[in-house]
């Protein structure tokens, strides 16, 4: 590849990267500058040592958050190119061999996971609310119907999901780059009026106003913070753009624009201290109010596209590594495998969103609620990634702990200052995460039970072929595929065929889906097929965490190897059991009745691995817990 067509490759990639991975942060300028000064927690007053020192503080938690942590430092931590909290808890269980360590950093990892989807839930209620309420600035007649605006934008956002956003997607870039612009003008405007502001770029105006008046400095955090909302989007999305365009975009574009807009606003309250009700809006002359709003809701739409794949994405990883239920999941493009739609997920987020819209009714008592998701996230994934700077990376203990430590108090710092809003709407990302977290975790602790229960009197697949040759049971012309987790065992839906046919197909495949912790696994090394004998053959299918488990092109692959797989003879044998409580078993009685729920509403294995639905034979079994 030539150096020019190399450039532009970089530029298309870092412009298509605006309207995925800086969406969020990019529209925390509606209400983060707003929540600081007028906020219901502790605001600051406007005098000109408070708009520098807040301007001072935004513009250095950019640096130090945004470009020194995630752009220069997390972005290191990739799992085949893929970042993310599931790729990091990927990478942590292959680095850890301490059981209790690792199993400390898995449970790290997944409430770290379950933060990312409070803060999927807030970031399209508190970003499309705040953009609606520009039409209240433009008009007062337009104040009762924010609410309904709001929830008919977002009723059409969920709506158009299962269309998915490849045509649409296409456009998030350039609207995002018209978007910036505007940021960048907005700002460039306003400091022209009240230059003084640009001295704020020194980090002694932060310091002084800490010194000058350390309480509410501190509670300030509680709203800066949501000027960095968004900033974990920069690592889990590195694997649809790669490192080079995220930080491209990042320096290029999105940070001069953030910092202009910004640093405009606070020049505006400076000069007109009536547009603290609204300081965003008013930054633009009256006769751009409409064109403004409409510009800015399109942008928060595209912050929460962005927040809505990502809870697609975490949810497939989820259930490739065994925390979530098997669930309905539809691919969206033939030629982007990332691109996929789960409407369970699609419709419980829209009425968790929907509710707070309404429960909160606007963006600033929303953004009560804000700050301990993405702070939260923000400390769980510094540690995780103190473990692959030590284990992977090889640094040592000192070095790890300075760069590593020197983040973490940044981190718990804006976490200890949102920790006040807990009372006023902090507590429901935290209750979220919290059940979230249970529903995983009940997940994985049952299926180990069940596993053992199914374990019990067991019999070996190599003894149970070599007892089947001098069993006598007639031939059945063509193939029988038996899925199971348990490849060394006889599946149960095995024994329960021959139990009530009384007979074998002449060739006998049992398959076994296993899922790697590495993104994907490249088709030609999915398929590990071993002959045990002339009848029974045991095949291995390999899929990574982000890929489709398709069965059906698997049978292609196995048919390339010499096994005969074709649809026209080949019948699927899948097992189904029920599940009985047990009072005394090693479970919790009621964490028993929650896995057995799960269970029951868990997706039907023939849709989840893409099977034929007229080829696919189910067999019950009971199995008391």
Known sequence: MTPSSESKRLATLAVAALGVVYGDIGTSPLYAIKEVFSGAHHPVLVTPDNVLGILSLIFWSLVA????????????ADNHGEGGIMALLALEQRANDDSRRAHVLVLLGLFGAALFYGDGIITPAISVLSAVEGLAVATPLFKHWV???????LLGLFVIQKHGTGKVGAWFGPIMGVWFFVLALLGVLNIARMPMVLYALLPTHAVAFFLGQPHLAFLSLGAVVLAVTGAEALYADMGHFGRKPVRMAWAGLV???LTLNYFGQGALLLTDPKALAHPFYHLAPTWALLPLVILATAATVIASQAVISGAYSITHQAIQL?????????HTSSRERGQIYLPGVNWALFLLVAALVVSFGSSDNLAAAYGIAVTGTMI??????????????GWGRWRAALVVGAFLTVDLTYFSANLVKVADGGW???TFAVLLFLLMTTWKRGR?????????????????AASMKLAGLPGVPGTAIFLTPYPAQVPHALLHSIKHYKCLHERVVIMNVNFLDQPFVPVSKRVHIEEIDERFSRVQVDFGFMDQPNLTKTLHTCAGKGMPCGFEDT???????????KKGSEMAWWREKLFIAQARNAGSPAAYFGLPPNRVVELGAQIVL
């Open 65 to 76: 958050i945004v470009s020194l942590k995630y752009a220069a430092f997390i972005m290191r």
């Open 428 to 430: 429901f990302p935290l």
């Open 448 to 464: 180990a039970l069940l596993r053992k229960r199914r374990d019990q009197g067991t019999l070996s697949l190599a003894e149970f």
């Open 255 to 257: 940070l001069p624009a």
């Open 380 to 393: 769980i994934t510094t540690l995780l990634v103190h473990v692959v700077a030590r284990r992977i990376w």
């Open 322 to 330: 065994g925390y979530v239920p098997r669930m309905r999941v539809q």
């Open 571 to 581: 019948t699927f044998f899948l097992g189904r059991e029920t599940l009985i409580s």
């Open 147 to 153: 609410v309904p605006i709001t929830l008919a934008v």
